[in-house]
């Protein structure tokens, strides 16, 4: 039996709310499903709240809004937020990084998240509504 997790996209308005959001409805209330890239993907392949036969559909819905929510701007926070804590040998691409964000330029979370589901999962699995 397939399980349908729901992302309520109006509820996304930073990249911690989207941890937040995709949590609970994987792991229900206060339920953690990665807070990062890196935790995001391997919690999508089973055994963190998601059935491990990838037997599972995502409706992201309203995702026009957390488009806008993890656009360019966000991306651009977050980018900056990670160089500062980054080993010296990746600062400088991420402040760059960051700087293209800025200027509205490159990927946005908002793609890097989809394109992270996407890899991870089945084709069909994600559904933007």
């Keep these: 039996m397939t399980v349908t997790y729901v992302i309520e996209g109006s509820q996304i308005t ?3 709310r989207f ?3 995709i949590g609970e409805a994987v792991n229900g209330p206060g339920g953690y499903f990665g807070r990062n890239l890196d935790a995001f993907a391997d919690c999508l392949s089973g055994g963190m709240g998601t059935p491990d036969d990838g037997d599972f559909v995502i409706e992201w819905r309203d995702h026009a809004l957390s488009a806008r929510a993890l656009g360019h701007e966000e991306t651009a926070r977050h980018l ?3 160089a500062g804590r980054a080993h010296e040998s990746n600062r400088n691409r991420l402040r760059e990084e960051s700087a293209q964000a800025a200027l509205g330029r490159g990927p946005t979370l908002f793609d890097r998240l989809v ?3 996407r890899d991870r999962t089945e084709p069909g699995t ?3 509504l």
Excluded: Q, T
Aim: glycine residues 0%.
């Design 80 to 82: 900056d937020r990670m």
């Design 14 to 16: 930073d990249l911690e």
């Design 126 to 128: 994600l559904r933007l």
């Design 19 to 21: 941890w937040a959001v």
């Design 115 to 117: 394109e992270v589901i």
